[in-house]
């Protein structure tokens, strides 16, 4: 599950959180996602924040959000609940939001179906989301931050361009063909990025700190959701 990239993760929260709202210190950050889980593949593994991965502990994989972040898991299918701790990144196939130890899926009565609709519930973690959390939101308000709230958070982490990449693919072809549908929906600024075991990204490029929020505010209306947002390297 392990995955080199810089993730915005301090406020990772802020570009996620749908349809949010505080309440008794309980924030739902998703009433609808597809949890997974990884056990035997990669138990003694380590994680991406460098513990070893164990399936008896109570952990979860997730793309963006900070690690240590304690989530509560709910399955919609039978309303069994439990709390993970994100100690790693995942998973990294679409549609997924979040991977479960085994442990934690036996705990939801996940392991036979192997995938599962859940809610997810952000109950502690970083401080910078016990403070987003604290502030809240009221049921029915807007579930996307202002731009100012961005711009406060990213000046606290030293950092004032961003990429934000829409889709990775393993041929230029693929990702040409991606780039040319988002140009069409009125997306701009596109570039290409290649790694160094030849996937092809398609992003948007180098955007100051005050258009970030705005920009992702539209590649939502647009049904651009799966987006990762990354400091921008010199």
Known sequence: MKKSVLFLAVFAFAFLARGAFASNNITLYKNSAVASYYADKYHGRKTSNGEIFNMYDLTAAHKTLPFNTKVKVTNLSNGKSVVVRINDRGPFIKGREIDLSKAAAVKIGMVKSGTAKVSLEIIGGPNALAQN??????????????????????????????????????????????????????????????????????????????????????????????????ARKE
């Open 133 to 230: 959390s604290s502030q809240g939101q009221k049921a029915g308000a807007s579930d996307v931050p202002s731009a100012s709230d961005f711009a406060k958070s990213a000046e606290a982490l030293n950092y004032d361009r961003w990429n934000i990449q829409l889709g990775a693919f393993s041929s230029r072809k693929n990702a040409s063909l991606f780039a040319a549908d988002a140009q069409a929906a009125g997306l701009k600024h596109l570039a290409y990025q290649t790694t160094k075991s030849g996937v092809v990204r398609v992003i948007i490029k180098d955007l100051p700190t005050e258009k970030v929020q705005p920009t992702l505010n539209a590649l939502e209306k647009k049904g651009y959701k799966d987006y990762l947002v990354r």
